[in-house]
């Protein structure tokens, strides 16, 4: 048997601040045959777990004991029962989107597709196929991460069917979004907090045990927690200092080990920051303790909605949507989650009001609050955990050293314009799609990580990638390339800010369009509402980057999604038949520098068609 740690992830959506799944099993495909092998079992109730939470976070379900072999694909069997999914709208959604902010979507007006089995126990299966062979032995620790892709356009889809009585549907389809999610170096993972009851403390204070606890969704008044049954073997950092904070006591202290809490601390519930060692084990960056969960819990969890550098308040998204304004003063600790460093890991990257005035804090940053005291109002921030630093936007004036973001929201107070630096060269920055290491900054189509570019020719390549664009004209004009990029702090490019690691060019937003020319060899013309000029789309039909295509059709009230595979035969014929003239069609790709659009995803449509 080898241990394997098994986690879920995902990439993040704005207009959402609960998607709440149950995963009821993962279990492993083996290679050349033989029985799926079971690695985790949820609970009994099997929690709700919000993947809005988890922007490139790993949420640590546990280290399960798995035969040694090769396995080369997952099984998810996911719960399907009203009410099995969460949809809860965030505080500050995008302009356009049709629920109000906060808004939670009722059971009944969820539609979730593939799913079968009787009444009460409906499940969705989702094969996930692996794009390299994952090898489990006596000596290693590969983790399985699997990811779901929140921002996915067939992941959730909303429409208003007349039946419905003017009310928005969502049919929301997990076959597609959820991908392997490979792990090349489990000590670089990065965590979301966990939460937990401690079990007892070792008798040389050196770690202790946890049950993991996972919080009810939507939330209660006060929060409480449902018990999960994996327990985890948690280590103090006996060389840089785990800090522990009393949350009762309102007290911090810096212990190498938990001698001096080993008579108090079993039978507590405790939030812990941790990261793994290269041998698997856990170690504890920063510990939260309470003999209630509802304190280690209150500190709000999410993304930046709003930083108002005037007051020195922040508003993060908490679980139910709604927007917690958190007040930093000159004591507030920044830090910025760096596992593969441990010495970063545990240094604060700046302290007080000057960190928000410099900029160096945005919306759509994901991070964890910790409150000198959670019940207190106003909120107080005693420290913050800045899990991921994301920027995003329209692509512009990228050159040699960097390159510019553009994002606007709806509240224009949240826009940014950010010029940003590449790391270093010589920066350790992972692997390629091979799992060989590389440096320097990488950047990749979205959802083709295998292909990623990197070495020297990843900057001019990149900055050749996006110097295009597509010109629709009239109010929709030239639309530019768009990425999301991780950024990291304290490279030797730029010691004293953000600098970006790698760059992910994303579909660019395109209104709903009508086919002009019809579909042959490859391509098709395309008008859009507001636009006066058509483009031409291409369309990839080789594996494995061929566009992905959905048939949508709207019949009765039910939205049905129908992958096409458009690298058969028959794929191509029915693509072909939707794509006539005069078709209306919705297209997520990325503008080319001949000026044409490299389609990602494509949706045509059958049945009743979209107003918008």
């Known amino acids: 048997m080898g241990t394997m740690p098994v986690l879920i992830s995902d990439a993040s959506a704005d207009d ?11 279990a492993l495909v083996p290679q050349g045959g033989g029985d799926n092998v079971t690695v985790w079992t949820a609970p009994t109730p099997a929690p709700l777990i919000n993947l809005e939470q ?22 998810l069997s996911v719960s399907a029962n009203p009410g099995d999914v969460l949809l809860t709208v965030s505080g500050n959604p995008e302009s356009g989107f049709p629920l109000t902010a ?31 062979p994952l090898t489990v032995t006596t000596g290693t620790n590969n983790a399985l991460d699997l990811e779901f892709d929140l921002s996915h356009p067939a992941f959730i889809v909303g429409h208003t069917p007349p039946a419905a009585a003017g009310a928005t549907l969502w049919a929301v389809d997990f076959k597609g979004p959820v991908r392997h999610h490979p792990v090349r170096d489990i000590a670089a993972l990065v965590l979301r907090h966990l939460y937990g009851s401690v079990g007892s403390v070792a008798a040389d204070g050196a770690s202790l045990t946890v049950t993991r606890d996972f919080p009810v969704l939507p939330a209660t008044n006060p929060e409480t927690a449902v018990a999960g049954a994996q327990s985890l073997q948690i280590q103090a950092d006996a060389v840089n200092g785990t800090i522990f904070y009393d949350v009762d006591a309102k007290a911090r202290s810096v212990v190498t080990n938990f001698s001096a809490q080993a008579m108090t601390l079993p039978g507590k519930f405790v939030r812990i920051a ?33 930083v108002n550098t ?8 908490d679980e139910s949507g709604i927007g917690v304004p958190v007040s930093i003063d000159a004591n507030t600790q920044f830090f910025f989650r760096a596992p593969a460093d441990p010495s970063a890991d545990t240094t604060p990257i700046g302290t007080g009001t000057g960190f928000l005035t410099s900029g160096q804090l945005v919306r759509g940053f994901k991070l964890h609050v910790s409150a000198v005291d959670p019940l207190a109002t106003p909120m107080v921030a005693q420290s913050i955990d800045i899990e991921t630093a994301a920027y995003s936007g329209r692509i512009s004036a990228a050159g040699s050293s960097g390159f510019t973001y553009t994002r606007s929201f709806a509240r224009s107070t949240d826009d940014y314009t950010v010029s940003l630096d590449y790391i270093a060269a010589t920066t350790p920055n992972g692997t390629d799609g091979s799992g060989n290491p590389v440096t320097g900054f990488k950047w990749w189509d979205l959802t083709f990580p295998t292909l990623v570019t990197t070495g020297s020719a990843a900057i001019p390549d990149f900055v050749s990638a996006t110097a295009g664009g597509v010109n629709f004209g009239g109010t929709v004009g030239a639309l530019q390339a768009w990425g999301v990029s991780r950024a990291t702090w304290g490279d030797p490019a730029d010691p004293g800010s953000w600098t970006l690691r790698n760059a992910v060019l994303v579909p660019t937003p395109l209104p709903l ?10 391509t098709f013309a395309m008008s859009v509402a507001g636009g ?7 369309v990839g039909t080789s594996a494995p980057s061929a566009t992905l295509v959905y048939q949508l059709d709207r019949s009765g009230g039910i939205l049905t999604i129908s992958p096409i595979d458009v690298t058969t035969a028959p794929g191509l014929q029915a693509l072909s038949g939707g794509l006539v003239a005069g078709a209306l069609v919705k297209v997520y790709g990325v503008p080319q520098p001949d000026g044409t659009l490299k389609a990602y995803v494509l949706v045509y449509y059958t049945g009743m068609m979209p107003a918008s």
């Not at 709440?20 to 993962?26: A, D, E, K, N």
């Not at 988890?54 to 099984?75: C, F, K, M, R, W």
């Not at 006066?532 to 291409?538: K, M, Q, R, S």
């Open 16 to 26: 959402w601040a609960i998607i709440g799944v149950r995963v009821l099993t993962i």
């Open 54 to 75: 988890l922007d490139q976070l790993g949420e640590i379900l546990g280290n399960a004991s798995v035969p040694t072999g090769t396995y080369t694909g997952a099984v």
């Open 102 to 132: 906060g808004t939670t979507v009722p059971a009944e007006q969820i539609q979730i597709q593939g799913k079968s089995g009787p009444q009460g126990s409906l499940t969705v299966a989702v094969n996930v196929g692996f794009d390299s």
């Open 274 to 306: 941790a990261r793994y060692q290269e041998d698997g084990s856990l170690v504890a960056v920063r510990v939260w303790a309470s003999g209630e969960f509802s304190k280690v819990w209150l500190s709000p969890e999410g993304h930046v909605a709003h």
């Open 310 to 317: 005037a007051t020195d308040v922040i508003t993060v998204d």
């Open 513 to 522: 369009g009508t086919v002009t020319t019809p579909f042959a060899a490859g």
């Open 532 to 538: 006066t000029l058509p483009a031409t789309v291409a």
